[in-house]
C-alpha cells in the first residue's frame, strides 16, 4: 500500500531535493522502514537509536498528529498523506 509522505527542507538531501516521495507501509513504522530503504539514512534523522521517534520529529497521518492516535503504530491506508514536521523552537 502506497502513501505519500511530504519531506521537510532539512531532509530532502536524503531524498534527491524530492519535496513529496511514496512509501509503503501498513502503518507508521513500516512507512519509515520502507522510507530508510528507499533513503538510507532518513530512519536515523526521524528515530532515536532505540527506534523511538525523536521528541522533535512530528508526523501527521492526513492532517491528524500520531501523538493523539497510536504513535508509530498508527496505520496507513492506501493513498493517504504523510507528513514529516520537525519541531520549531524560538522566541
Known amino acids: 500500500m502506497a502513501v505519500s509522505v511530504k519531506i521537510p527542507t532539512p531532509l530532502r538531501r536524503l ?8 512509501a509503503d507501509g501498513g502503518d507508521v513504522s513500516a ?3 520502507s522510507l530508510d530503504g528507499s533513503f538510507p539514512g532518513i530512519k536515523a534523522r526521524l528515530c532515536d537509536d532505540s527506534g523511538e521517534l525523536r ?3 512530528n508526523i501527521y ?3 491528524e498528529d500520531i ?9 496507513l491506508s ?7 514536521v520537525p519541531a520549531v523552537a524560538g522566541g
Open 15 to 22: 531524498t534527491d531535493q524530492q519535496s513529496t516521495v511514496s
Open 31 to 33: 512507512m519509515i522502514e
Open 55 to 57: 521528541h522533535f520529529v
Open 61 to 63: 497521518v492526513n492532517g
Open 67 to 75: 501523538r493523539y492516535l497510536d504513535g508509530t503504530d498508527t496505520s
Open 78 to 84: 492506501d493513498g493517504d498523506e504523510v507528513s514529516i
